[in-house]
């Protein structure tokens, strides 16, 4: 089994629609990230969260809330989308300490239309 | 402001050696990290480095110069499956990527 999942993968919705992307982990870890990956842009750091009770904003998170309701899961919420945030949107993790901090875990995405 | 700088493109030949190099100007540092991503898969990490100097894993070495806020990728015995994009990333308190840089590899 995967150890970082992302539900759905795929999702074609309508501007102003509420949507949420789901993230679960098995590898244990404690922080958790959302990316949104378009062509030519790289990866860009939306939220991330170091624990339960840490959330922080990254680059871009005008437009989107997330959620950590356990340390397994971390769940990304567009509350009214819009076509520019069709993207491919990746959940990852990583451990805590000096070591493990550097290497992410990445799931396999989801890439969401908005039309 | 924090900047990561990589070329969008390079080429190479099946069998030879290939750089990928990356600039960074960010406000804090801890280290230089580098993902590879297949089309249509998850980035997978390849590496790290917090110090100077050349960290060697199998065919893929990467390199880091503090002083110089550089560092870089070498692929060796380039195989068509290492056709792919990689992303440095810099480590200050999260991690920022760069935009990416895709290797084209001819038979």
């Known amino acids: 089994d995967a150890d970082v999942t992302q539900t759905p993968r795929n999702r074609i919705t309508k501007t102003g629609k509420r949507i949420m992307l789901e993230c679960s982990q098995t590898?244990?870890?404690?922080?958790m990230y959302w990316y949104r990956q378009d062509p030519g842009l790289g990866l860009r750091l939306i939220y991330y969260?170091?624990?339960?009770?840490?959330?922080n904003k990254g680059e871009i998170s005008d437009g989107y809330s997330v959620s950590r309701q356990a340390q397994a899961k971390f769940s990304l919420s567009l509350e009214s989308a819009i076509p520019n945030q069709t993207a491919l949107y990746f959940c990852?993790?990583?451990?805590?300490?000096?070591?493990?901090?550097?290497?992410?875990?990445f799931g396999p995405g989801t890439r969401l239309t908005v039309l | 402001g924090q900047s990561l700088e990589q070329p969008s493109e390079v080429t190479a030949v099946e069998g030879a050696i290939v750089q990928i190099n990356c600039t960074y100007q960010?406000?804090?540092?801890?280290?230089l990290s580098w993902y590879q991503q297949h089309d249509g898969g998850a980035p997978t990490f390849l590496s790290y480095?917090?110090?100077?100097g050349l960290e060697e894993t199998g065919r893929f070495s990467s390199f880091l110069s503090r002083s110089d806020s550089y560092g870089y990728l070498l692929l060796q015995e380039l195989q068509m499956k290492d056709s792919a994009s990689y992303f440095c990333?810099?480590?200050?308190?999260?991690?920022?990527f760069g935009k990416g840089t895709r290797l084209h590899i001819l038979p």
């Open positions: 480095n917090a110090l100077d």
């Open positions: 990333a810099v480590r200050d308190d999260k991690i920022i």
């Open positions: 960010t406000s804090g540092f801890y280290g």
């Open positions: 590898k244990g870890h404690d922080r």
């Open positions: 969260s170091f624990d339960v009770k840490d959330i």
């Open positions: 990852a993790t990583s451990g805590g300490d000096r070591v493990t901090y550097n290497e992410q875990f």
